[in-house]
């Protein structure tokens, strides 16, 4: 054989296996945001209402009736970006938190905008008790929707 023709193959051998490596990348999954069970838009992470009452941990009845927690999923609201849930907890009428459970989380960018607009929705929520709360700039979508799970679920907890 030729030192021509032995190249020649080794370059074809080469770059047969350069094709097959960049082919089998293409295959590899590269993003982990896809949601284990999808969702289709309206399907909650939970179900709106009542969850029920939590206790602080007091053994005594009259105790444990008077520190009682009610803990309660407004609906889910279908923002462009994905779905908003919030969950509300009421102690004697009032609302101690209102945590986001669900809310975009499919880029990159969804979690950064999240990441300072939830914590301040949740704060002003508490704060206002009611969800009259201003919308935090940057993230109207995600703010539009937190307002009206929120407003679900304080309507749900008859406040």
């Not at 009845?61 to 008077?66: E, G, I, K, S, Y």
């Not at 209102?98 to 809310?103: H, K, S």
Request: charged letters at 15%; a positive charge.
């Amino acid at each position: 054989m030729t030192p021509h023709v032995r190249r020649t193959r080794r370059n074809a051998l080469v770059l047969g296996a350069t094709a097959a490596t960049v082919g089998l990348l293409f295959l590899f999954p590269t993003s982990t945001n896809r949601a284990s069970t999808p969702r289709r838009p309206g399907q909650a992470l939970a179900p709106a209402g009542i969850v029920g009452p939590t206790t602080s941990g007091s053994p005594s009845p009259t105790a444990v009736h008077a520190a009682a927690v009610i803990v309660v999923n407004g609906t889910s609201v279908d923002t462009r970006y994905g779905p908003v849930q919030v969950q509300i907890r009421v102690q004697s009428k009032r609302v101690v938190s209102a945590t986001a459970i669900d809310y975009p989380q499919g880029s990159g960018r969804d979690r950064e905008i999240n990441s300072f607009a939830i914590p301040v929705l949740e704060q002003e929520a508490v704060h206002a008790q009611s969800a009259q709360i201003d919308t935090v700039s940057g993230a109207t979508y995600t703010s539009d929707g937190y307002r009206g799970s929120l407003q679900s679920a304080l309507d749900l907890a008859h406040l």
